[in-house]
């Protein structure tokens, strides 16, 4: 198998207005060239065509945070995975645990809507994780391993479908497992998807994410089994999501 190319995303949730676009700009201006690593931003819907066109000439990838799993219809509010692709996303999340727990998205909608992704073009990054009591209890690798089985779809392969883990306990909070219980759940995920998708499962890459910063960046890539991250708040400030794209890179 081909070493995988890492892929660090970054997650703005509902933060960001058009001056936020300065910092994708200037993330652009300091990438290493070549960047070595794949490159998303999933800012909020209302600055995805800006996005696509500040990332214009650069490696720079845009992506939504969520679509519906309808092309059309009486959706209030909603948007459909078509609108992204064309306001010029590459790739949309599904199933952020924020998702599943403010709009309660069960695995079944979250399979929909990545669906819906692959339907108009998108690349899926389908989140899992489990809580803290889950971890506690014990039940982490099972929980995850539900929400797999629930949430990804038959029709996955490598080129479409990137899963992200990420500990909900984990998510903005500063928290980080050891790089042991990573590498567990890492391996876990791999080891599912294998034997459900053989090798185009083996190929798939799975991305950490929760509380990824500047300061352990280095020592999460360094993780047997993470393939990139998908990066929350440290994802809104260039220099710092920068640094850890730049802790991504492969060595030399
Ligand atoms: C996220 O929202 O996907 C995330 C990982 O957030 P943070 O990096 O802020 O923990």
Redesign the pocket.
Same mark, same amino acid.
């Given at each position: 198998m081909t070493a995988k190319t890492r892929l660090v995303a970054g997650?703005w949730?509902m933060n960001g207005s058009k001056a936020s676009l300065m910092e994708i700009e200037a993330v652009k201006t300091g990438l290493a060239n070549p960047p070595g690593v794949e490159v998303a931003v999933c800012p909020p819907a209302t600055l995805i065509s800006r996005a696509h066109i500040v990332v214009g000439g650069s490696p720079i990838l845009v992506g939504g945070q969520d679509c519906h799993a309808e092309v059309s219809g009486a959706h209030t509010g909603d948007l459909a995975a078509e609108m992204l692709a064309d306001a010029g996303a590459t790739y949309v999340?599904v199933g952020?645990?924020?998702r599943r727990a403010d709009h309660g998205e069960t695995d079944a909608v979250v399979r929909a809507k990545a669906e819906a992704g692959w339907r108009a073009g998108l690349t899926v990054i389908l989140?899992v994780g489990e809580t803290r009591a889950q971890r506690e209890a014990g039940e982490a690798l099972a929980v995850v391993e539900g929400q797999l089985a629930g949430s990804v779809p038959d029709g996955a392969r490598a080129r479409n479908l990137v899963i992200?883990y990420?500990p909900v306990w +984990?998510?903005?909070? %500063?928290l980080t497992p050891t790089g042991a219980d990573i590498a567990e759940m890492h391996a876990h995920i791999g080891a599912r998807l294998a034997e459900r998708f053989g090798e185009d499962g083996a190929g798939m890459r799975i991305l950490y994410?929760?509380?990824?910063?500047p300061d352990n960046a280095a020592e999460i890539f360094a993780v047997a089994g993470v393939d990139g +991250?998908?990066?929350? %708040?440290?994802?809104l400030k260039a220099a710092d999501f920068l640094a850890i794209i730049n802790a991504a890179r492969p060595a030399e």
């Open positions: 997650n949730k999340i952020h645990s924020e989140c992200a990420e +984990a998510i903005g909070t %500063g994410g929760g509380s990824v910063k +991250a998908l990066v929350g %708040g440290a994802s």
